[in-house]
């Protein structure tokens, strides 16, 4: 996720202050690089580089950039490291040619290998950097794109994935050129001043008029105008005025950044499912030829891993897996030499006790796998193999969209695992691979759609409970952890999970009438035992809530239930299973008044040991 925007202007003077003003405000999408480019006297001119815009901004002065046009970007790295090559604006070979983007082409190997070709070079890694240079090829062939805004057009036929672009060209200094599809552009509009952003608060303080640019739509902005198509076609705008304080604004309408991460999950998870494959083949690699895989992680992205051992531990048959709280290290190094393989699981890429467990394990020899959502912070740099989330940044101290993300990469690690191990042929492997990429997605969008009434209505009645209990077996343990950890973390509820068959051993003492007991249900493996386990505490007086899908017994002692589609892949269960917990907690938070952004004792990223 990166911020975007765009102004062109025949009244006011300094572009380059608005556009530095307006990244500010769209900083909380990405905040490892920035830059912007103006058109001055037929030439563009840019000033980029690696830091936070306040960072670059003392050392470069963007506003010394002079021009009525420009375009300007905060970067959230997915494609190359954050550092000045890999920060947009980008250009073509002509320098005439600039582009900014959010988003991920999905083609962009196979058509940069086809530019490199036609003598096309290239200075970053991004995705982003074969905009600039296929408007460059298309201008090369009037006959065919005798104007850029021809040439932009023929350009977006050609790309796969998400995005929501913005260009310029030297040679029409009035103009923006923009694209969007799954990814946020907004239009601001004053009287001869246009404007284009990932969001309202970019460009808050000059207007509230906007238009909303819808998916597979392309447009040009002028001072004066502003021109929207769809396949070919004219489009009528709607603009409306918005309401929003610019701090509103940021959060998209959403009152908080938690509930607007939950919702964004479906996108994250695409994202994050477009890896490509050599990168998860080199992964599953080093696990093959390790004798023994730890999985080390701390929090959220602990229980994420514990999902990611389960699945793995059945996978790999006798070689042993280990699911390690990082903290608790010390207990485990003598496990670890130049045959283990550790897959390191945080969302910052900087949690400290992962990294002091991670520093002797180098040295001891063992190999190391990160699964980061920070591109190129310490504990991806200190891997062999680098694998990324492409969730976007997380503002909201509890995880959620990063948790389903890491949950996604494990699943498509351990599918990739069972084809090179055999387990899965060809042809299995490619179907259920197209399950997990496109189905996760739209079911997660699905759940959150349907459950979010029904979360906020539970909310509300065990807020004023002191405790709750959440039970599950074998590999949906995890769930359970992380459903008690949502609902601790932010609403401040005691809560505790364990695995269910463990209630007759002490926990049921302290159930009586009304104690909320959240059950992960989905009709597998476990299903038969856990319906016991209800019965125990239904007896008792346990106000249960499950989890589960249709057709599930239990269903019929719950006094509530959430029921959800019935995956068409285990791998997406600890996905979807999930998301009615996340809301749950969010909403028992809003119930008692606690700020869910800001967990008091909490920090997004921790630093101590
Ligand atoms: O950045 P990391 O994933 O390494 O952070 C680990 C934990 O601190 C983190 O998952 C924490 O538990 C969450 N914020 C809880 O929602």
């Known amino acids: 996720m990166c911020g975007i925007i765009a102004i062109t202007t025949q009244?006011?003077?300094?572009?380059?202050?608005?556009?530095?003003?307006?990244?500010?405000?769209?900083?909380?999408?990405?905040?490892?690089?920035?830059?912007?480019?103006?058109?001055?006297?037929?030439?563009?001119?840019?000033?980029?580089?690696?830091?936070?815009?306040?960072?670059?901004?003392?050392?470069?002065?963007?506003?010394?950039l002079e021009g009525t046009i420009g375009?300007?970007?905060?970067?959230?790295?997915?494609?190359?490291p954050p550092n000045r090559e890999n920060a947009h604006p980008h250009g073509d070979c002509t320098g005439e040619i600039t582009v900014v983007h959010n988003g991920i082409i999905e083609n962009y190997l196979k058509l940069k290998q086809k530019l490199r070709e036609s003598g096309h070079s290239f200075i970053s890694e991004t995705?982003?950097?074969?905009?600039?240079?296929?408007?460059?090829?298309?201008?090369?062939?009037?006959?065919?794109?005798?104007?850029?805004?021809?040439?932009?057009?023929?350009?977006?036929?050609?790309?796969?994935?998400?995005?929501?672009?913005?260009?310029?060209?030297a040679k029409e200094p009035e103009?923006?050129?923009?694209?969007?599809?799954?990814?946020?552009?907004?239009?601001?509009?004053?009287?001869?001043?246009?404007?284009?952003?990932?969001?309202?608060?970019?460009?808050?303080?000059?207007?509230?008029?906007?238009?909303?640019?819808?998916?597979?739509?392309?447009?040009?902005?002028?001072?004066?105008?502003?021109?929207?198509?769809k396949n070919g076609y004219r489009v009528q705008p709607k603009p409306f005025i918005v309401s929003w304080t610019a701090e509103s604004a940021q959060k998209s309408g959403y009152p908080h950044f938690m509930l607007k991460e939950i919702h964004e999950q479906p996108i994250a998870l695409?994202?994050?499912?477009?890896?490509?494959?050599?990168s998860v083949h080199?992964?599953?690699?080093?696990?093959?030829?390790?004798?023994?895989?730890?999985?080390?992680?701390?929090?959220?992205?602990?229980?994420?891993?514990?999902?990611?051992?389960?699945?793995?531990?059945?996978?790999?048959?006798?070689?042993?897996?280990?699911?390690?709280i990082a903290s608790e290290y010390d207990s485990y190094s003598h496990l670890i030499d130049n045959e283990t393989a550790i897959i390191a699981v945080s969302q910052s890429?900087?949690?400290?006790?992962?990294?002091?467990?991670?520093?002797?394990?180098?040295?001891?020899?063992?190999?190391?796998?990160?699964?980061?959502?920070?591109?190129?912070?310490?504990?991806?740099?200190?891997?062999?193999?680098?694998?990324?989330?492409?969730a976007g940044p997380e503002i909201g101290v509890a995880a959620t969209k990063t948790h389903t993300a890491q949950v996604a990469l494990l699943a498509r690690i351990a599918l990739q695992l069972q084809h090179e191990i055999g387990t899965l042929d060809k042809s299995e492997f490619d179907s259920m691979l197209q399950i997990l990429n496109e189905e996760t997605p739209s079911i997660t969008r699905?759940?959150?759609?349907?459950?979010?009434?029904?979360?906020?209505?539970?909310?509300?009645?065990?807020?004023?409970?002191?405790?709750a209990y959440f039970l599950a077996r074998g590999p949906n343990l995890p769930i359970a952890l992380e459903g008690a950890l949502k609902i601790k973390e932010i609403s401040y509820i005691h809560a505790e999970a364990f695995p269910a068959g463990e209630s007759k051993h002490g926990p049921i003492a302290i159930v009586e009438p009304s104690f909320p007991i959240i059950m992960i249900a989905p009709n597998d493996a476990t299903a038969k035992k856990l319906l016991n386990n209800a019965e125990e505490m239904k007896a008792r007086g346990g106000y249960i809530i499950s989890v589960t899908e249709k057709d599930h017994s239990i269903i019929q002692r719950s006094d509530s239930a959430f029921i959800l589609p019935t995956s068409p892949l285990h791998l997406i269960n600890p996905i979807s299973y999930i998301l009615p917990l996340q809301m749950l907690a969010y909403y028992a938070a809003v119930t008692r008044g606690v700020d869910p952004d800001k967990p008091k004792n909490l920090a997004k990223t921790v630093t101590v040991e």
């Open 11 to 64: 009244s006011k003077k300094n572009v380059s202050k608005m556009i530095t003003t307006g990244l500010k405000r769209l900083e909380y999408r990405g905040y490892d690089s920035v830059g912007i480019a103006t058109i001055n006297n037929g030439k563009i001119h840019t000033l980029k580089d690696k830091g936070t815009i306040e960072k670059v901004d003392n050392a470069l002065n963007l506003e010394q």
């Open 71 to 80: 375009i300007g970007h905060t970067r959230w790295a997915t494609h190359g």
């Open 127 to 169: 995705d982003t950097e074969v905009l600039a240079h296929l408007v460059e090829e298309e201008l090369k062939h009037p006959e065919l794109a005798p104007t850029v805004k021809e040439a932009f057009r023929r350009v977006i036929s050609q790309i796969e994935g998400s995005y929501a672009i913005t260009l310029i060209h």
């Open 175 to 229: 103009t923006i050129f923009l694209a969007r599809k799954d990814s946020p552009l907004v239009i601001g509009i004053q009287d001869d001043t246009k404007f284009a952003a990932s969001d309202i608060p970019a460009f808050l303080e000059y207007t509230k008029k906007v238009i909303v640019l819808k998916d597979g739509e392309i447009a040009t902005l002028t001072p004066k105008s502003v021109y929207i198509e």
């Open 270 to 278: 695409r994202n994050t499912l477009t890896i490509n494959s050599e």
């Open 282 to 324: 080199s992964a599953v690699t080093k696990i093959l030829e390790a004798e023994r895989i730890i999985i080390l992680a701390c929090g959220t992205s602990y229980h994420a891993g514990l999902t990611g051992y389960h699945q793995f531990q059945r996978i790999l048959n006798k070689k042993p897996v280990y699911p390690v």
């Open 349 to 390: 890429g900087e949690t400290l006790d992962v990294m002091k467990a991670l520093s002797p394990a180098k040295k001891d020899g063992a190999s190391i796998i990160a699964i980061t959502n920070v591109v190129d912070s310490s504990i991806p740099r200190l891997s062999n193999i680098p694998l990324y989330t492409r």
């Open 446 to 467: 699905k759940i959150i759609q349907q459950n979010e009434f029904k979360a906020k209505r539970l909310a509300e009645r065990i807020s004023s409970r002191k405790s």
